[in-house]
């Protein structure tokens, strides 16, 4: 944790260069995104992390964008979203994604108890990704991701009937994990203590919250941030024509220089007094 806090100090005390490589520019933004999402930063670290892959080189480094693709795939499932199929099945990466697709799958799924067995059957080899302390943060997500769909799917459920279909040890803690839920507003119910059940109410229309206007926020930073790169790589540096421009003239250009304006325009009133 120290390591982490030191590494955001000089993250946030430096200045990247702009003339930097784009090589460099996808390893900076890498290792960004890596310690953003270990300070729970997950959406600058998804922002990051997506510019990382986006500038890639796609006919070279495939182990980083291996070890890119891995820890986005982790950002996503911690900020609640599922990724999309296709992205585990890319040329080169299947063999090496097919352990967070069973995380994933789990995840989807909602069953804590799965979870755990699907992360400690892979403990190893995500030890080794270096994205087990990440993964480990994923059970709050998949409690939730479960209580979405129990909550859609009964108007009327059963504490004892959650705890058993999230995998939890006992009804009073399916009781704690369902007040947590409602009061981040993860599902929308109330829980009868009398009873021992959670009462869902009417789903509330989406278009009627701030959701989608969050979700178009998102596109539109997306694409400004690629046009702003777009442009930005297209600058040429300044007085860069200069040096092309003197390497051209060779040592009349040089000569040129030395004289003063003068001595220019006399000189070129000779060559037309010369030509008349």
Do not use: W
Not at 64 to 86: S, T, W, Y
Not at 101 to 122: E, M, N, P, W
Not at 198 to 220: G, K, M
């Amino acid at each position: 944790a120290r390591q982490v806090e030191q590494a955001q100090k000089l993250l946030v005390n430096s200045t990247f260069p702009d003339s930097a490589s784009n090589n460099q520019l996808c390893r900076y933004l890498y290792y960004s995104g890596r310690i953003q999402a270990l300070r729970l930063e997950y959406t600058l670290a998804f922002s990051n992390l997506s510019q990382c892959l986006r500038k890639a080189p796609t006919n070279t480094a495939l182990g980083f964008r291996i070890a890119a693709q891995r820890l986005l795939i982790v950002v996503q499932l911690l900020m609640g979203e599922i990724p999309d199929r296709n992205v585990f099945f890319t040329d080169g990466m299947k063999r090496e994604l097919a352990p967070y697709l069973k995380i994933t799958q789990a995840v989807r799924r909602g069953d804590l108890a799965v979870f755990r067995d699907t992360a400690a059957s892979f403990q190893q080899r995500l030890v080794a990704d270096g994205t087990f302390t990440l993964i480990s943060r994923l059970a709050h997500s998949v409690v939730k991701a479960g209580l979405r769909r129990l909550s859609t799917s009964y108007s009327r459920i059963a504490l004892g009937d959650i705890a058993k279909r999230l995998g939890l040890a006992s009804a009073e803690s399916a009781e704690f994990v369902v007040a947590k839920a409602v009061r981040d507003g993860v599902i929308d119910a109330t829980i009868d203590r009398e009873g021992l059940y959670v009462q869902s109410h009417d789903l509330v229309d989406v278009y009627a919250t701030t959701e989608p206007t969050d979700a178009f926020h998102r596109r539109i930073a997306y694409c400004l941030t690629t046009h702003n790169d777009a442009v930005r790589s297209m600058r040429y540096p300044e007085d860069a024509y200069k040096k092309d421009l003197e390497a051209s003239r060779g040592l009349r250009g040089k000569k040129d220089d030395d004289r003063t304006d003068e001595e220019k325009a006399q000189e070129l009133g000779d060559e037309l007094e010369e030509d008349y």
